[in-house]
T-cell receptor, first 108, second 115 residues
Framework: DAKTTQPNSMESNEEEPVHLPCNHS???????IHWYRQLPSQGPEYVIH?????VNNRMASLAIAEDRKSSTLILHRATLRDAAVYYC?????????WGLGTSLAVNP | DGGITQSPKYLFRKEGQNVTLSCEQN?????MYWYRQDPGQGLRLIYY???????QKGDIAEGYSVSREKKESFPLTVTSAQKNPTAFYLC??????????????FGSGTRLTVV
């Protein structure tokens, strides 16, 4: 099973862009890359997912390396409400492998 | 609004007791999942179900059981065989359409404590 590695914590200032990195060097060719975020004592919230091409949605952008061994979640303008633990996961609809996540702090 | 409802939010269990955690969704999703989350660890898959009356073991199924009699419901029973059941339990669902991959929708979780 592919394993994901993320920084334990990151810090950003409000209204600035945030780049959250993830390494998944053992990802298989058919595994998707998903990102979720979680607030304390709540369930994770879906952010974005992709396979090979970069993806954009209303919440964020996902940049996937050409060799698919790493990816970066981009929050274009951080707000205080973006403070959460961000999880990078890989897999398919049957099974996702979850790492330990990155705790993002946003300074006003 | 559509979503996933987990109940109860908090649950206390005496040692040796079985307890059942409820998970109901009105999203018309085919696939449902149960995860366990412990402090300092990522989510670990307990069971998943892609269609009614069928389910598969995940990575840590020992001491747990599930049923999928209706599309909307996927209850999880934590049996007395589960030696360390204190954890945060999360239910999720996703559409299931073969090759296309979708994101998961999660419930708000049930925190189980053994007393």
């Amino acid at each position: 099973d592919a394993k994901t590695t993320q920084p334990n914590s990151m810090e950003s200032n409000e209204e600035e862009p945030v780049h959250l990195p993830c390494n998944h060097s053992t990802i298989s060719g058919t595994d998707y890359i998903h990102w979720y975020r979680q607030l304390p004592s709540q369930g994770p919230e879906y952010v974005i997912h992709g396979l090979t091409s970069n993806v954009n949605n209303r919440m964020a952008s996902l940049a996937i390396a050409e060799d698919r061994k790493s990816s970066t979640l981009i929050l274009h303008r951080a707000t205080l409400r973006d403070a959460a633990v961000y999880y990078c996961t890989t897999g398919n609809n049957r099974k996702l492998i979850w790492g330990l996540g990155t705790s993002l702090a946003v300074n006003p | 609004d559509g979503g996933i409802t987990q109940s109860p939010k908090y649950l206390f269990r005496k040692e040796g007791q079985n307890v059942t955690l409820s998970c109901e969704q009105n999203l018309n999703h085919d696939a449902m999942y149960w995860y366990r989350q412990d402090p300092g660890q990522g989510l670990r898959l307990i069971y998943y179900s892609q269609i009614v009356n069928d389910f598969q073991k995940g990575d840590i199924a020992e001491g747990y059981s599930v049923s999928r009699e209706k599309k909307e419901s996927f209850p999880l029973t934590v049996t007395s065989a589960q030696k360390n059941p204190t954890a945060f339990y999360l239910c999720a669902s996703s559409p299931e359409s073969g090759k296309r991959i979708y994101g998961y929708t999660f419930g708000s979780g049930t925190r189980l404590t053994v007393v």
